[in-house]
């Protein structure tokens, strides 16, 4: 078992890919995105993306992200924030917050206790600044 799998084991229930509005992305993620569908980036943009300014989303639909059904149809491509949830380091300011991604996801693996939990978190920070769960 990895140090990520010590605390954390995806249920695949899709409750992150739900909402009104996705993470967003930034130019890496585009360009990855991109790749990934093999499409052209104006036709990706047009039919996938919310622009905002300079604020890139995926468009949602259904109340979830566009990409999602019954997984992430796009995950390869998917943007490095949804590669890092739910391990967000905000857990390790504040044990609510920890509590409050705990519920929101089914995956955490609240049981170890909230100390151990970010013992290894700092461990696996400390090897990467980007976490892909
Ligand atoms: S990361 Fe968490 S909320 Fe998202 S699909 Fe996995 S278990 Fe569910
Ligand atoms: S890109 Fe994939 S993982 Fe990210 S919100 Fe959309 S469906 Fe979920």
Known sequence: MNAIE????CQRCG???????TVSLDEH?????VLCLGRDVEEVRERFWRVTGTVVQMKTV????????E?????????????QWPLHPSILDDELNFRIISESCPGI???IGYGEFCRILRLIMAETD???C
């Open 130 to 132: 980007k976490i892909a």
């Open 6 to 9: 010590q605390i954390f084991s």
């Open 29 to 33: 993620d585009q360009r990855r995105m």
């Open 109 to 111: 693996r609240a049981e």
């Open 62 to 69: 259904g109340g979830h992200c566009i990409f999602y059904e």
């Open 71 to 83: 997984g992430c149809r796009v995950h390869a491509g998917r943007p490095w924030r949804c590669r």
């Open 15 to 21: 409750f992150c890919c739900q909402g009104e509005t």
